[in-house]
């Protein structure tokens, strides 16, 4: 799963490193069948995580680590089986770059609605890999019924105090943990999708 911002060292920083932590924890051992990742459009390449937002994550339980910010490139979303992107602006520049990836890409608030619609629909395959590739699936065939707009946008907080770095982190969390939530639920101790390659012959992972 890769998630997008600008800088890659608030939003989609947090969201990669409380992602992971949440999957720790609901997970254990087979959290690792889900890969969380991050980058910015615009990074600051290799900076630590904003220190306002790492207050933030660590108010959440979660810490920052090595976190270390990250270049978007064109690659990255052809090897993510899920894009969820900060604002409908990233979502538009990941598509301009990477536009083959229309069908997995979403902002992250799009996702957590699109989740949510679905609710309890069967999701099927053999192991967690296809069944969560199927899942995403249904979500983008269920975005044509849903009309995006400045609601699916979550702001940047990157020179704004402390209040707003919180209230960002709040709105990540709730989106993000319902997508998560949905995804984690389709796994099945005893099942091995990690990673497996797709027909390219590429190697992926979910």
Do not use: W
């Amino acid at each position: 799963m890769l998630l997008v911002c600008t800088g890659n060292i608030c939003r989609s920083a947090l969201a990669e490193r409380l992602g992971s932590a949440y999957l720790d924890e609901v997970m254990g051992e087979r959290a690792q069948v889900i890969r969380l990742v991050s980058a910015g459009t615009h990074a600051v390449v290799d900076s630590e995580m904003h220190p306002d937002s790492a207050l933030v994550l660590r108010g959440f339980g979660a810490e920052p680590g090595d976190f270390r910010a990250r270049q978007f490139e064109d690659h990255m979303p052809y090897e993510a089986d899920l894009v969820l992107a900060m604002t409908r602006g990233h979502r538009r520049e990941v598509l301009h770059r990477s536009p083959r990836a229309l069908s997995r890409t979403f902002t992250l608030r799009e996702a957590a609605e699109l989740v949510d619609g679905l609710g309890d629909q069967s999701v099927t395959g053999e192991d967690f890999v296809e069944r969560a590739r199927n899942l995403v699936k249904a979500m983008a065939e269920a975005r044509s019924h849903r009309h995006s707009g400045e609601d699916d946008d979550i702001r940047d907080p990157i020179q704004q105090p402390l209040v707003v770095h919180q209230e960002v982190g709040e709105a990540i969390a709730e989106a993000l943990l319902r997508v998560l939530r949905r995804l984690a639920s389709l796994d099945t101790p005893g099942t091995d999708g990690a990673s497996r390659s797709d027909s390219s012959g590429a190697s992926s992972s979910f």
